[in-house]
């Protein structure tokens, strides 16, 4: 379960890292970690990863536990399939399109640990208050809770889910998970573990 969400975490970190390292990373490497991120946390097995964490760690701080325990699964389901393949997009300013990134394909190659200090940036970045507070708002407003049966509802539990809900994904991010979605995304970019 960790191993899928640290996966994530580290797909965000090397994100940043790309961002913080532009001239050490090519658009075809950005390209490739933040397309199978934004793949990777929208799967059915990231996803049911991140509710069991949330479960584990949001709905026990709920004012309605059973509530939380009860709704949270379906709810963060659908906030995963609109919030991941949209801050992991590679065309976005905030990943892959920003200036600077963009050199010369396959100057060099990426190091494991290149890859995971972006990752770790991704996931730094997310967690910022700007960052929190863009998607409090983008999932506020038409395109998810606007769509929703009482849409103020979904924003005001939108509003007190995600400032809890990130960091708690982002804990368990660590460098195995790291390492696989690495190579995942650029086969044979870290050493296998043993």
């Not at 701080?61 to 919030?83: G, H, Q, R, S």
């Amino acid at each position: 379960q960790f191993l899928v969400i640290m996966k994530f975490l580290l797909a965000l970190s090397a994100i940043l890292a790309i961002n913080t390292a532009t001239a050490e990373w090519t658009c075809d490497d950005c390209n490739a970690v933040v397309s199978t991120l934004g793949a990777y946390l929208s799967s059915e097995e990231s996803i049911a990863n991140q509710v069991d964490i949330l479960l584990a760690e949001v709905c026990p701080a709920a004012e309605d536990v059973d509530y939380c325990v009860a709704n949270l699964p379906a709810f963060w389901t659908k906030i995963a399939m609109v919030l991941w393949p949209g801050y992991y997009a590679p065309e976005a300013t905030w990943m892959c399109a920003q200036e600077g990134l963009c050199g010369a394909p396959a100057t060099r190659t990426i190091t494991c640990d290149e890859c995971n200090e972006g990752l770790m940036a991704t996931i730094e970045q997310m967690l910022s208050e700007e960052f929190v507070a863009g998607i409090i708002d983008a999932l506020s407003g038409d395109g998810f809770c606007g769509m929703e049966e009482d849409p103020e509802s979904c924003a005001n539990v939108i509003a007190e889910l995600i400032p809890v809900a990130l960091p708690a994904i982002a804990g368990g991010f660590n460098a195995e998970g790291g390492n696989a979605i690495c190579n995942m995304a650029i086969p044979d970019t870290c050493p296998a573990l043993y």
